[in-house]
């Protein structure tokens, strides 16, 4: 059963860092696609950034682009997902998610089968 366990949210101030983990056992047997999800309420889910774990390139949402840096760690089957200069608008529930999908392709629309339980972020001005 595939599992995906995210860790590492909390409260800041704006301007601040957090780094979200995505613990998935043996990810890239299943996918080779992992990317990270925000929900705030009352607003739709929105993709943040994506990583394609065969060959590492990565993919971002223009509202976090050199902000946000996602990152894989084959021996510790994490994903990372780390985040700088955080402002009040990042403030949501962040979901990790696995996929097949060939170099991310339409990672945007969020068709993943595999998604962990959330971790919130929030962040205060």
């Known amino acids: 059963q595939v599992q995906l366990m995210e860790s590492g949210g909390g409260s800041v101030q704006a301007g601040g860092s957090l780094r979200l983990s995505c613990a998935a056992r043996e990810f890239t047997s299943y996918s080779n696609c992992v990317a990270w999800f925000r929900q705030a309420p009352g607003k739709e889910r929105e993709g943040v950034a994506a990583?394609?774990?065969?060959?590492?390139?990565?993919y971002y949402d223009d509202s976090v682009k050199g902000r946000f840096t996602i990152s894989q760690d084959d021996v510790k089957d994490t994903v990372y997902l780390q985040m700088d200069n955080l402002k009040p608008e990042d403030t949501a529930m962040y979901y990790c998610t696995a996929a097949q999908l060939n170099r991310c392709h339409a990672w945007t629309k969020g068709n993943f089968p595999y998604w962990g339980q959330g971790t919130q972020v929030t962040v205060s001005s």
């Open positions: 990583i394609s774990t065969w060959d590492s390139t990565t």
